[in-house]
């Protein structure tokens, strides 16, 4: 990728540099948010954004641009970069601290990502994922605090896991990078309170509610041990069925019927999406480009 936008001002990759007195680097201490280009369409934008204002509001960072332009930033992005199918990440950071502890000016970074397709035999087979206990700080909030995810890396590669489900030793939350929910008796459940409101959670959750009950909740691990079946969200992912969760087997351990139709209606959800703000995006490039 050859272009980043560096606050409010696009810069080659290779130029964009921030001091390291930012609070970002030396403390944590910033939000940032992700979703996917898809045929030069940013996928669930408006969504996004919203939750990138509130994810910053909740640790009291202020994103020191409007709405109108951070989207005209990342769809600058997109042209400059000539972005088909790609990720692109903002992270607003705590700005420059002379004491690295007192919050400065935010800093604004918007970076494209390169990403790898998922094989489509994951979503006819689903994946595997482990659980761990673990609690995140602020989970309403998108931070840049995922040192337990990191940590995790290698013990995921290890045993084949696609994700990591956090629990409190009883009580289930979401994944390290993915929303979580499982299907028992015909009923669609997902946690209710103290986990990141999902973007692509929350689109897949209004399609559940046209195939099977849905219940917002809390549940517990052996709950989700004895799921009928059980899937995870993400951007990259979009809905991805989980057929096997530490050493146990999820059901039969073959993906089920409610988990595979909410699979196709997401995917078709997302691809009516795309056409959709194919044609206004071209517009909207072209007359900005004049």
Same mark, same amino acid.
Request: hydrophobic content about 40%; aromatic content about 8%; overall charge negative.
């Given at each position: 990728?050859?272009?980043?936008?560096?606050?409010?001002?696009?810069?080659?990759?290779?130029?964009?540099?921030?001091?390291?007195?930012?609070?970002?680097?030396?403390?944590?201490? @910033?939000?940032?948010?992700?979703?996917?280009?898809?045929?030069?369409?940013?996928?669930?934008?408006?969504?996004?954004?919203?939750?990138?204002?509130?994810?910053?509001?909740?640790?009291?960072?202020?994103?020191?641009?409007?709405?109108?332009?951070?989207?005209?930033?990342?769809?600058?992005?997109?042209?400059?970069?000539?972005? %088909?199918?790609?990720?692109?990440?903002?992270?607003?950071?705590? @700005?420059?601290?002379?004491?690295?502890?007192?919050?400065?000016?935010?800093?604004?970074?918007?970076?494209?990502?390169?990403?790898?397709?998922?094989?489509?035999?994951?979503?006819? %087979?689903?994946?595997?994922?482990?659980?761990?206990?673990?609690?995140?700080?602020?989970?309403?909030?998108?931070?840049? !605090?995922?040192?337990?995810?990191?940590?995790?890396?290698?013990?995921?590669?290890?045993?084949?896991?696609?994700?990591?489900?956090?629990?409190?030793?009883?009580?289930?939350?979401?994944?390290?990078?993915?929303?979580?929910?499982?299907?028992?008796?015909?009923?669609?459940?997902?946690?209710?309170?103290?986990?990141?409101?999902?973007?692509?959670?929350?689109?897949?959750?209004?399609?559940?509610?046209?195939?099977?009950?849905?219940?917002?909740?809390?549940?517990?691990?052996?709950?989700?041990?004895?799921?009928?079946?059980?899937?995870?969200?993400?951007?990259?992912?979009?809905?991805?069925?989980?057929?096997?969760?530490?050493?146990?087997?999820?059901?039969?351990?073959?993906?089920?019927?409610?988990?595979? !139709?909410?699979?196709?209606?997401?995917?078709?959800?997302?691809?009516?999406?795309?056409?959709?703000?194919?044609?206004?995006?071209?517009?909207?490039?072209?007359?900005?480009? %004049?």
């Amino acid at each position: 990728m050859e272009y980043v936008n560096l606050n409010g001002q696009l810069v080659r990759d290779a130029d964009a540099k921030i001091h390291i007195s930012d609070l970002g680097l030396r403390r944590g201490y @910033g939000a940032f948010e992700f979703f996917r280009v898809l045929r030069g369409v940013p996928v669930f934008i408006e969504d996004h954004l919203d939750r990138f204002e509130n994810s910053s509001r909740a640790i009291d960072l202020e994103v020191p641009y409007s709405r109108a332009e951070l989207e005209g930033f990342v769809r600058e992005l997109i042209r400059a970069n000539n972005l %088909q199918s790609a990720g692109i990440q903002l992270v607003l950071t705590g @700005g420059y601290s002379e004491d690295i502890f007192t919050p400065g000016h935010p800093n604004l970074i918007i970076a494209p990502i390169a990403l790898r397709e998922y094989p489509p035999a994951l979503y006819q %087979q689903g994946v595997k994922v482990i659980t761990h206990r673990h609690e995140r700080e602020i989970p309403e909030a998108k931070t840049t !605090a995922y040192l337990t995810a990191v940590k995790l890396g290698p013990r995921m590669k290890a045993e084949g896991a696609a994700e990591v489900i956090y629990h409190d030793g009883k009580w289930v939350t979401e994944g390290a990078r993915s929303s979580l929910g499982f299907v028992k008796d015909g009923v669609l459940v997902t946690a209710k309170d103290g986990v990141l409101p999902g973007i692509t959670r929350i689109h897949a959750l209004r399609l559940a509610e046209q195939l099977m009950p849905v219940e917002h909740r809390a549940f517990t691990l052996d709950e989700l041990y004895a799921a009928d079946e059980v899937f995870i969200t993400s951007s990259t992912r979009g809905v991805m069925p989980v057929t096997r969760i530490d050493d146990r087997l999820v059901g039969n351990g073959q993906v089920g019927p409610k988990v595979s !139709a909410l699979v196709k209606a997401f995917q078709a959800h997302v691809e009516e999406y795309v056409a959709r703000h194919a044609a206004v995006d071209s517009r909207w490039s072209i007359a900005n480009s %004049q």
